[in-house]
């Protein structure tokens, strides 16, 4: 059944992300996405989306899909004008991607092309209703297509400090919604009672719900992003289990495993984040049942 096909029924979603690489080495993206093929119901390519130069998403979800994986790809207006997101939107679907996420993506500063132009024609809402005009035949300009594109058109939800910027964030995620959004994927869950308070809300939207589940690799990285991302709410209870532990890395992949399984039932499905530990994700699925 198709990611989208799930999502409709209402069935557990599992989404996987992966980076391209920095060059064309495909091996190592290729070995990894075998490991978890048929344990995860979709791939999520990023497109360079930490400022980062890496291989396009659209190759990457090509690549996917020619493993026989179903591929979620990321788009953003930093780095093309609304021509190219168009023409990346039509390429997307002649090469069999039907799956999309409009993400707000990092500022150059952060990446390692730091001279480059910034472009952001589009915002995150022109983005989606510049797809949805696609979808009913008509570019931004309003000249008809030789034939309309098909997709589910997801968005992403920023991480919040407190309660102002959470009502910030839905906020803005009902505008994506309706210039056509029709899932949303969170920030980062590491306290699942505490992400109670803002899933009410957020099923308020009137659509799926996917919640990201990204993976501590140490104890130092806990603490770092404990103490310089206030939106993270990562606990201290939580840091000194992992310091704890007799073996850390274990104890990570436990968390996040633990983390899947405690939201099963609560939203419409997770997305992994690994950054760099594909070659984990299958321990992930291992420690979450699935």
Same mark, same amino acid.
């Not at 799930?6 to 091996?27: H, Q, Y």
């Not at 993400?103 to 472009?119: F, Y």
């Not at 510049?130 to 997709?151: H, N, T, V």
């Not at 104890?251 to 984990?280: M, N, P, S, Y």
């Given at each position: ?133 696609? +979808? +009913? ?27 102002? +910027? ?73 840091? +000194? ?50």
């Amino acid at each position: 059944m198709s990611f989208q096909k799930r999502l409709a029924s209402g069935e557990f979603v599992v989404l996987a992300e992966m980076n391209t690489p920095k060059g064309v080495d495909i091996s190592q993206l290729i070995t990894n996405a075998r490991r978890i093929k048929g344990r995860v119901d979709a791939v999520v390519v990023p497109d360079m989306d930490n400022g980062v130069m890496r291989m396009s998403a659209l190759a990457g979800g090509v690549l996917m899909q020619q493993q026989g994986i179903e591929a979620v790809i990321h788009l953003y207006g930093r780095d093309r004008n609304r021509m190219a997101l168009q023409g990346d939107v039509l390429a997307a679907h002649v090469l069999g991607i039907q799956n999309l996420v409009v993400v707000h993506s990092e500022p150059m500063a952060n990446g390692d092309h730091r001279d480059a132009k910034t472009v952001d024609d589009l915002d995150e809402v022109g983005l989606i209703e510049a797809i949805q005009s696609l +979808q +009913q035949g008509k570019d931004l300009a309003g000249f008809d297509l030789e034939g309309a594109p098909e997709f589910i058109t997801g968005c992403t939800l920023s991480a919040y400090a407190d309660g102002a +910027q959470m009502a910030a964030e839905l906020e803005h995620a009902e505008k994506k919604i309706r210039a056509g959004a029709r899932f949303v994927v969170t920030p980062p869950v590491f306290d699942v009672d505490r992400f109670g308070d803002f899933l009410g809300p957020a099923k308020a939207l009137g659509v799926p719900v996917i919640a990201t589940i990204f993976l501590i690799k140490s104890v130092g990285i806990a603490r770092y992003m404990a103490l310089n991302e206030p939106g993270a709410h990562i606990s201290e209870a939580l840091i +000194q289990r992992i310091r704890k532990a007799s073996d850390r890395e274990t104890e990570c992949l436990k968390i996040a495993g633990e983390t899947i399984a405690a939201l099963k039932g609560k939203v419409a499905g997770v997305k992994i984040e690994t950054h760099g530990w594909e070659h984990r994700l299958a321990s992930i699925l291992d420690y979450a049942g699935m």
